[in-house]
């Protein structure tokens, strides 16, 4: 097996590696500096390389996007883009691998390329965030440091931005630029890092700030972070900086590796997801799990209701035949039903049935409209 290894120049990293496992050892077969802090980078689907870099002329804007032709023997730079912005460290590509998508974590800025047939396109749109979070050294500002495609929601990108504590959803127009769709807020303090997916697209946060694990609910409206969190320290006392995020390849476990304790750990999902939710009380949980998991049926039961109240007719006919005085009780389909056989007008009675119908599909719609606000899964 063979990797790609990006580091930081800056504090002595080689710059890029091209390096083989073999006997649980890594070997280093070449390495290339000539890019400046290359610390992220990623392939494409049909094989094009693609790293970031500081190696941009404007010194307050020194981000560049960089391909990049792979051999077994060196490595060469075959274009270059500078990305308006500082601290480039996370690629994301569209899914249809027409544009790609980078975040920068100085500037807190997202960058939109387009990839053409063996060329890389100018930035065609920066989106820079702005807040703050209460880390009084670490949230004085955004910092976007993870951008990534959501797997459950078509044309979606998550921007995970740890100066603000908040997941931003971005929806990628046809053109390739981004609107953002909604956001999703992180528990104060904890500075969101990584996000990762298993195969049927649940979603996981590590926090770097707050050392902790967090299942996310992506809906099509909106998003929740979901409990207390899950601490990845051994000792919650120690001095640590949680970083890289995976899923293992089963999907049934999920790897955390920490900065300070020198640790990788381990969690298997199923527990995960217990553990992250015990910390909450009864009323969290009620409000936060159960609510929004029960939305789905609560439109469908207000709609049905509501329809039954205006389309009623029966029990009023059988009973009071809309008196007991004039009109007291008479309901629309009752007024239809008297309009077109008791009063002979027939034009009335359709009209009626239309308007009736109108605003049927009006309630309808509101009642879907005001819940898919709510709903997250």
């Not at 496992?21 to 890594?26: A, P």
Request: hydrophobic content about 40%; glycine content about 10%; charged content about 15%.
């Amino acid at each position: 097996m063979k990797l790609m290894v990006g580091t930081l120049t800056r504090i002595g990293g080689a710059g890029i590696g091209y390096v083989s496992v073999k006997n649980d050892k890594l070997n280093l077969i070449w390495s290339d500096g000539s890019l400046k802090d290359p610390n992220w980078l990623a392939k494409t689907n049909s094989g094009r390389w693609f790293a970031v870099s500081s190696n941009g002329t404007d010194p307050k804007k020194p981000g560049c996007i960089n391909e990049l032709r792979i051999t077994s023997d060196r490595m060469q730079i075959v274009s270059s883009q500078p990305t308006e912005g500082a601290g480039p460290c996370h690629i994301a590509f569209s899914e249809d691998e027409c544009f790609l998508v980078c975040a920068q974590y100085a500037t807190g800025s997202l960058a939109v390329f387009p990839l053409f047939n063996g060329n890389l396109g100018q930035c065609i749109q920066l989106v820079t965030h702005t807040g703050n979070g209460p880390h009084p050294s670490r949230q004085t500002m955004p910092h976007m440091h993870q951008v990534t495609r959501i797997p459950t929601l078509p044309h979606c990108f998550c921007a995970v931005d740890l100066g603000i504590d908040a997941l931003v959803v971005y929806e990628q127009a046809v053109n390739g630029m981004l609107s953002e769709k909604y956001r999703i807020a992180v528990p104060a303090g904890q500075g969101p890092r990584h996000i990762a997916y298993t195969g049927n697209g649940r979603a996981y946060l590590v926090t770097e700030i707050g050392n902790c694990v967090y299942p996310v609910m992506f809906g099509k409206n909106a998003g929740k972070v979901v409990g207390e969190g899950v601490s990845t320290l051994e000792d919650v006392a120690s001095v640590n900086l949680a970083a890289a995020l995976w899923i293992t390849p089963d999907d049934q476990g999920l790897l955390v590796s920490n900065r300070g304790e020198g640790t990788i750990v381990r969690y298997t999902i199923p527990s995960l997801e217990k553990t992250a939710v015990e910390g909450a009380n009864g009323i969290q949980k009620f409000f936060k799990i159960t609510v929004p998991m029960l939305i789905p049926a609560f439109s469908a039961n207000v709609s049905l209701l509501l329809a039954w109240g205006l389309k009623v007719f029966e029990v009023v006919r059988a009973t009071t035949n809309g008196g007991p005085t004039r009109n007291a009780t008479t309901t629309m389909s009752m007024y239809i039903y008297n309009m077109i056989f008791a009063n002979s007008k027939a034009g009335y009675g359709q009209a009626a049935a239309i308007v009736m119908t109108v605003i049927l599909l009006i309630v309808s719609f509101l009642v879907s409209k005001f819940f898919s606000t709510k709903e997250v899964v």
